[in-house]
């Protein structure tokens, strides 16, 4: 009989032992003003297509875009009442929507980020052009007629010139019922003609507070707690991934 095979997960460049993933979180610590602003954007008469979260790694800039990109694909209709009378941006953890953005399966959900190179068995130091260029299938394909999609750039401090012009070049002719949740850590390092089309929304670091319910839902015991809050504060001075 043949010996069966081990399925070998590809790594993910915002993996953090111990922790979600941000498409897998179902809870936001902190933000609420930027969790209101998007929801209040979302349901306004005129949506921008395109959206700037800006600030520090590690604050959940990647867990908040998740969490707009699941409301939006599961309430499609912007002046709906479930949309007209949300206190925030919440979809229960069960729902097929969730779960499906959970897996990174969800065929309206697009993440461009870092890639893995197998062959060198590290991350890619940027994020290149063929990642930015998923976007023209994944518009490209046919969509129910009520459906959104949702691309989040992940981060675009990772882009080079030649990935920076493909983002641009869909940001200045985006397709019907699109939107874009471009992540940004450094506001240097960001062109001013991607920033020209897109709306900005800074989010400050997390507090101290905020930082410990988080890390307290994660840790099993006192020593993790410790450790695992002191990793958190670093992380928001750019010296780890994000969370």
Known sequence: MAA??????TPEVD????APLPREQDILFGHEETE???LDAYRSERF???WILGGPKGIGKATLAFRFARFVLSHPERFGEAVQSAQSLDVPST???FQQVAHGAHPNALHLRRPWDEKSKRFKSDLPVDEVRRTVSFFGTTASANAWRVCIVDAADDMNQSSAN????ILEEPPPRSVFLVLWHAPGRLSPTIR???RRLDMEPLSDTHIGDGVRRFAENTQDLNAIFL?????QMGAYGRL
Do not use: T
């Not at 993996?15 to 111990?18: S, W």
């Not at 493909?166 to 070049?169: R, V």
């Not at 990793?231 to 992380?235: D, E, G, H, K």
């Open 95 to 97: 729902s097929p929507v």
């Open 196 to 198: 020209s089309r897109c």
């Open 4 to 9: 069966r095979k081990e399925i070998v997960e």
């Open 36 to 38: 209101r602003a998007l």
């Open 166 to 169: 493909a983002l641009l070049k």
């Open 231 to 235: 990793m958190s504060q670093n992380m």
């Open 15 to 18: 993996a953090l032992i111990g």
């Open 48 to 50: 921008h297509h395109a």
